[in-house]
């Protein structure tokens, strides 16, 4: 039975190999990748389809794919509000503007208080000063710095200056106290122009000099005193304990009774 396998298992082989040998060996076809080619072109190798294809030449590029994303897909929710941040730097001054409209006529105010009758017919001031004053400049302004009289606060003691309230005739004098060996000048003011002046040389002996005059003085005008200087030492004494500046004026006749 061996025999007999052994027999048919050296025929098949045999069958096998007649067979092979038969029949011509064939070589595994060598494939090659080529590019797609018009017409009037030629296959190339596959490494000139390489070239080809990583060359610049717009026939032979790749298309450029430029992804189109959808913002709306990826917009969030509207965040919460943030803090304010510090103010910026102030920007230049603009050109002025264009000068606006009239605004309404504003409605009539309510009467005034009436008016005190004596403060429309009098007036009157009698003010000192208790400290000597040298001239320390060409003009110089005198103040005072004690009250006599001082009838409805028409003379301002900050400013030294009498305000005519009522319109009229007026009497204003001046006495001062000169020093020894130094010059007194000094100008009756009114508003802003000298009117009068009260002048004393040097001397070995001071002196009592005075002046006074009568002024038709309008509503808002001023009357006060200035000193003068010029090239010799200008100055008038006074002491704290007495009193050797004075300025008086009073009201005469005033322009409407």
């Known amino acids: 039975m061996r025999a007999v396998l052994l027999v048919l298992l050296v025929s098949v082989a045999d069958v096998g190999a007649s067979t092979d040998a038969a029949q011509p060996r064939r070589e595994p076809r060598r494939l090659s990748c080529v590019r797609c080619c018009r017409p009037s072109e030629q296959p190339v190798p596959v490494p000139a389809s390489r070239y080809t294809r990583m060359s610049n030449d717009p026939t032979y590029s790749l298309p450029k794919v430029q992804p189109t994303i959808d913002i709306t897909i990826l917009k969030g929710e509207k965040g919460e509000m943030g803090e304010k941040g510090y103010p910026g730097a102030v920007g230049k001054e603009g050109e002025r503007g264009l000068r606006g409209f009239n605004g309404r006529k504003g409605q009539k105010g309510q009467p005034g208080p009436q008016g005190h009758s004596c403060k429309q017919l009098y007036a009157a001031f009698s003010v000192g000063r208790r400290k000597p004053l040298h ?5 110089q302004h005198v103040t005072f710095d004690m009250e006599f009289v001082n ?107």
Not at 135 to 139: L, N
């Open 135 to 139: 001239s320390s400049d060409y003009f």
């Open 151 to 257: 009838l409805y606060k028409h003379f301002n003691m900050f400013s030294g200056k009498f305000f005519c309230y009522v319109p009229g005739i007026y009497y204003f004098s001046l006495n001062v106290h000169t020093w020894n060996f130094k010059e007194t000048y000094l100008h009756l003011m009114k508003n802003e122009k000298e009117v009068a002046i009260l002048y004393a040389q040097p001397s070995d002996r001071s002196i009592m000099q005075s002046q006074s005059l009568m002024l038709d003085l309008q509503e808002g005008e001023e009357v006060w005193v200035r000193m003068f200087k010029r090239e010799r030492e200008n100055a008038i004494y006074s002491e704290e304990s007495d009193v050797y500046i004075i300025f008086n004026g009073h009201l005469i006749k005033p322009a409407v009774e």
